[in-house]
């Protein structure tokens, strides 16, 4: 037996004793992934070579291949252990192969317990840890639930006491606010309090707003079923059960979504074919921003999410981003970044306009790019044209002239909606720099208002094109750890003045140590 961590009886001696030894995952697990195999794999035989008069010759090799899963299924448990201790989350496994993977106490970044359909049925759930880094990533499944919800709290409770441990110690490894917090309650974490629960008719409500265009496909394929027949719906029915997946999903996995925190974390739970129940730690989290589609903009409604550095460099990108509210009234954002941050954040109001010359710099690109397109409609225009008058070419000076009209065309359009587009961002668009934050809004059809806490700040990024040094604007990127594909701090089209400063106070801003590599 493991010796278990000294520190394990401040928690209960009974988590000890339960996870401070080498143990295998639930017995079930096995079934729950040999049932499907050798099902799927009797009724391929089964079909194949149940007729008669079938060659059966290669009956015995097909057979092989079921056989062979089965067995890597049964050979991952049977090899596979896991226990916590000597300070570490363990799990070893393999039979020829031997895999061993540590996660320190003081590393762990997320823990994670879901429980999808098949393994709800039979009463198991998974529990995924994970820590910074490549491979960072222990996934027991499955446990008995049960015991999962136990070890999950278990992992939990170590974490937060470690982290109330170490500010007591004055590092700096917690929200601001916390180590008073945590001098004034040095027994135990406060209990979690309530950010939000999304109802059914938020659930709704926030599905229309996502999926409303649909309704215009849905109408035509109406219309065309009625004009043409059943033939016209050929090319939608193939793509109809993955649009209904795509729609159906999100919302079946955010039913009773479920929002709390407390001094070191924010736990969301959600779900209802897979339940998901996760926690972030909240000096992880590098974000907060709130999207709003269009419509959901003209009813004054917003979703809200944040960000955090995660745990591996997995399928997400390397980071988790969460809902902190699905559908909710326009600047709830800046209460739950708030509470999140533990102190007050920068608002709106505080905004500072982009430079008229940012209108500028969007006129002239629209007119550009209604130009380039409007020449490649008068190419083609004339190619068609060509190809339909029996094969005859047109003269060049035809094709010269049709091609400008086209480009003249697609010009003057481009320079109209790049005059209002650009009245638009200069009206709506706006960023502020704090000592403690960066908040950036933009997008006119899909609006964002973002705000990144300053001390997460990585680097800084302050680039300028032929046309922005010209009218005397920068474009600055913000990095982020761990970089981010799909949330990208940009502030388009400030001032070169308001870059040097932006670069300054972030710059100054990053430099400030950051708690337990962050």
């Known amino acids: 037996m493991i010796a ?3 520190g394990l009886s401040a ?15 639930d017995p079930r697990t096995a079934l729950l992934y040999v049932v ?8 391929y035989l089964v079909g194949a070579y149940g007729g008669p008069g079938v060659d059966r010759s290669s009956l015995v090799v097909e057979a092989l291949v079921p056989l062979l899963g089965v067995v890597a299924v049964v050979i991952r448990y049977l090899t596979g252990y896991y226990a916590v201790a000597e300070g570490a989350v363990r799990w070893k496994s ?28 039979i009463g198991l759930a998974a529990v995924n840890v994970s820590s910074a880094g490549g491979v960072g990533e222990i ?5 008995d639930h049960r015991v ?5 709290s278990y992992l939990q409770r170590i974490v937060a006491d470690r982290r109330q441990a170490e500010a007591r110690q004055g590092f700096r490894t917690a929200p601001i606010g916390v180590a008073q917090q945590v001098s004034d309650a040095p027994g135990r974490p406060l209990p979690a309090a309530l950010i939000h629960r999304v109802d059914s008719a938020e659930l709704a409500t926030w599905a229309f707003f996502k999926t409303w265009p649909a309704c215009f496909g849905f109408a035509a394929a109406v219309i065309a079923l009625l004009q043409v027949g059943p033939e016209a719906l050929v090319g939608i029915v193939p793509v109809l059960p993955a649009w209904l997946f795509g729609v159906i999903k999100p919302l079946v996995d955010r039913t009773n979504l479920t929002v709390t925190i407390d001094e070191t974390s924010l736990y969301t739970s959600e779900g209802l074919t897979t339940t ?3 926690s972030t730690q909240r000096e992880r989290v590098q974000l907060v921003v709130a999207h709003q589609l269009w419509l959901q903009r003209l009813r004054g409604f917003e979703t809200v999410r944040f960000a955090s550095a995660d745990v591996t460099d997995n399928e997400r990108e390397g980071s988790v981003r969460e809902e902190l509210a699905l559908n909710v009234p326009v600047d709830t954002w800046g209460m739950l970044a708030a509470t999140v941050a533990h102190r007050q954040v920068a608002g709106p109001e505080w905004f500072r306009r982009k430079p008229d010359a940012a209108a500028r710099a969007t006129q002239v690109r629209w007119t550009g790019l209604g130009a380039v397109v409007g020449s490649a409609l008068g190419i083609v225009t004339a190619a068609a044209l060509a190809a339909g008058d029996g094969g005859s070419a047109m003269s060049a000076l035809e094709v010269l002239t049709g091609t400008a009209a086209f480009a003249a065309l697609g010009a003057v359009g481009g320079l109209a909606f790049g005059v209002v587009r650009g009245s638009r961002r200069i009206a709506v668009e706006g960023w502020v720099a704090t000592p403690n934050d960066l908040l950036v809004r933009n997008g006119l059809f899909r609006r964002r208002t973002l705000l990144l806490f300053a001390e997460k700040v990585q680097a800084i990024d302050v680039v300028s094109g032929p046309l922005q040094r010209r009218l005397g604007l920068v474009t600055v990127v913000v990095d982020i750890a761990p970089p981010r594909r799909d949330v990208r701090v940009v502030i388009h089209d400030v001032s070169a003045a308001d870059g040097a400063e932006l670069l300054g106070s972030l710059s100054s801003s990053g430099s400030v140590p950051l708690p337990n590599g962050v």
């Open 4 to 6: 278990a961590e000294p």
């Open 148 to 152: 999962a919800d136990r070890l999950g």
């Open 139 to 143: 996934r027991l499944q499955y446990l």
């Open 276 to 278: 998901r129940r996760t």
């Open 36 to 43: 499907p195999v050798a099902g799927f794999g009797a009724t």
């Open 94 to 121: 393999g039979l020829i192969k031997h895999r061993a993977v540590d996660i320190g106490l003081d590393r762990i970044q997320d823990v994670e317990v879901t429980r999808p359909l098949l393994a709800r049925i």
């Open 11 to 25: 928690l209960g001696e009974e988590f000890g004793e339960e996870f401070g030894h080498w143990q295998r995952v």
